[in-house]
């Protein structure tokens, strides 16, 4: 199947920072990508439709000026939490639609963030 | 929009045995339905999908079923292993660039050596 990364894979930051993580599709261009949160022992809560070129669409009660994403190439889409705070804290994971009429969805590794 | 309820939340099987997991739709338009399976601190990895097609889908060990009149469908699990244990997550959405997958809750299924 085709392959998304995901950068960092972890990270930790202090309360009040921005963190900004990557999302690439390897080995296929992505002309949507989707942003999830996951919190333990739950499901995958999708925050965010990011399409290239164009700007985000987001999911009710989701804070587009806190979760800035940016989807700039058809490889490469970049989810930013700015002003970090503990309730922020999460696993968030990327994934990608191999193309236009299709549907099948790649999930990336995630990336565990802990705001201290 | 769609809800997608999924059971059980947990599920133990000996190994060798079968596992079931079933899940109900509610949007009738929704015509695309996919299993993952995620493992401890790592992101999701589609194992078997369905399209609206077709009623029944195998990949050696695994096969999904669809009822569309119903509205549900399910995951089979045969001749289960311990390395089977994982949670596994149903979704449905539309065929369509843009349309989000709607998951359910998730299934934490151990398999007893």
């Known amino acids: 199947g085709a392959v998304v990364s995901q950068h960092p894979s972890w990270v930790i930051c202090k309360s009040g920072t921005s963190v900004k993580i990557e999302c690439r599709s390897l080995?296929?261009?992505?002309?949507?990508m989707f942003w999830y949160r996951q919190f333990p022992k739950q499901s995958l809560m999708l925050m965010a439709t990011?399409?290239?070129?164009?700007?985000?669409?987001?999911e009710q009660g989701v804070e587009k000026d806190k979760f800035l994403i940016n989807h700039a190439s058809l490889t490469l889409s970049t989810l930013t939490v700015t002003s970090a705070h503990p309730e922020d804290s999460s696993f968030y994971i990327c994934?990608?639609?191999?193309?236009?009429?299709?549907?099948?969805?790649?999930f990336g590794p995630g990336t565990r963030l802990t705001v201290l | 929009g769609e809800n997608v309820e999924q059971h059980p939340s947990t599920l133990s099987v000996q190994e060798g045995d079968s596992a079931v997991i079933k899940c109900t739709y509610s949007?009738?338009?929704?015509?695309?339905f996919p299993w993952y399976k995620q493992e401890l601190g790592k992101g999701p990895q589609l194992i078997i999908d369905?399209?609206?097609?077709?009623g029944e889908k195998k990949d050696q060990r695994i096969a999904v079923t669809l009822n569309k009149t119903a509205k549900h469908f399910s995951l089979h699990i045969t001749e289960t292993q311990p390395e089977d244990s994982a949670v596994y997550f149903c979704?449905?959405?539309?065929?369509?660039?843009?349309?989000?997958?709607?998951f359910g809750k998730g299934t934490r299924l151990s398999v007893i050596a």
């Open positions: 994934s990608a639609r191999t193309g236009l009429i299709t549907d099948t969805q790649y």
């Open positions: 990011s399409n290239e070129g164009s700007k985000a669409t987001y």
């Open positions: 080995d296929f261009q992505a002309t949507t």
């Open positions: 369905i399209r609206s097609n077709v």
């Open positions: 979704a449905a959405s539309l065929i369509s660039g843009n349309t989000p997958l709607v």
């Open positions: 949007d009738s338009a929704s015509n695309y």
